[in-house]
């Protein structure tokens, strides 16, 4: 079997521009190109475009909108893969849009499955009905988004996924939560478990706090107090370490098996 290689993660925090599209792809746009270090994939936070905004009518971007295209452009120019969340209309309903997006420009997505209705967002979005898993050199990826974090059984580790991955607009009120429940999707599915939040205070006046974060497969926190506040952080996940762990623990083997239905 052929070991795969560490997957080398930049994780971008950033104070969102309120609804201001243009001026949130810039601000990636610059931190991008100040990244010192080369990496496999690019984390930006949940509606990193707009901020969490329930003003969908007039943000709405087509699925293969301005932002999709920045992303592939980023993708190729800086030759990472790149995620985060975005605004999207389709057949006459609007989506919290995941894009993962590749160098070659292949886009796969995830629709957010659990909408926060104390936000009212599941007046606004149409709630997804399947999980994505992506592959990145030789590691399976579950992406999911924000209040999905508090579902364990959506992101149960039934199909081997190595990195469970969330973006997020996860407020200062509810941190706490945001901390313990990442640790302890790290530990219950034997993955790595990344966190990826905003900073700032959105339109609503809803202060955010960062705290992304990195846990390895037995909930240890391996990234530095520098996520609650640093805007770009670079961090590399040990595969053979995953790998160790699994092998010598199999509690995955003892998880029980059933079919996810929406």
Excluded at 16 to 22: A, G, I, K
Excluded at 56 to 77: F, H, N, S, V
Aim: glycine share 4%; aromatic share 12%; charged share 25%.
């Amino acid at each position: 079997m052929n070991k795969k290689p560490n997957l080398t993660l930049a994780i971008l925090q950033q104070d969102l521009v309120w609804e201001n599209p243009q001026a949130n792809r810039m601000l990636f746009e610059n931190i991008l190109s100040e990244l010192t270090k080369p990496c496999d994939l690019v984390v930006l936070p949940e509606m990193f475009t707009t901020g969490f905004s329930m003003n969908a009518a007039d943000l709405w971007e087509e699925p293969d909108g301005p932002t999709t295209q920045w992303m592939k452009q980023m993708a190729a120019t800086h030759n990472t893969a790149i995620t985060g969340s975005i605004i999207i209309k389709e057949n006459n309903k609007f989506y919290n849009r995941l894009l993962f997006v590749y160098t070659d420009g292949e886009v796969r997505t995830y629709d957010k499955r659990h909408c926060f209705t104390l936000a009212g967002e599941h007046e606004v979005y149409t709630p997804g009905t399947d999980r994505l898993q992506v592959e990145l050199n030789g590691w399976q990826i579950c992406p999911l988004i924000c209040y999905d974090l508090r579902f364990p059984v959506w992101a149960r580790n039934t199909s081997d996924y190595d990195l469970l991955l969330y973006v997020a607009n996860w407020p200062k009120t509810r941190i706490k939560a945001w901390d313990t429940l990442l640790q302890a999707r790290a530990i219950e599915n034997m993955s790595y478990c990344v966190g990826v939040n905003r900073i700032g205070e959105d339109g609503n006046g809803y202060p955010y706090v960062g705290h992304s974060a990195v846990y390895d497969p037995l909930g240890e926190l391996i990234s530095t107090a520098d996520f609650e506040s640093t805007i770009a952080q670079i961090v590399e996940l040990d595969a053979a370490y995953l790998q160790k762990v699994r092998d010598k623990l199999r509690f995955l083997d003892d998880r029980d098996s059933f079919n996810l239905e929406v």
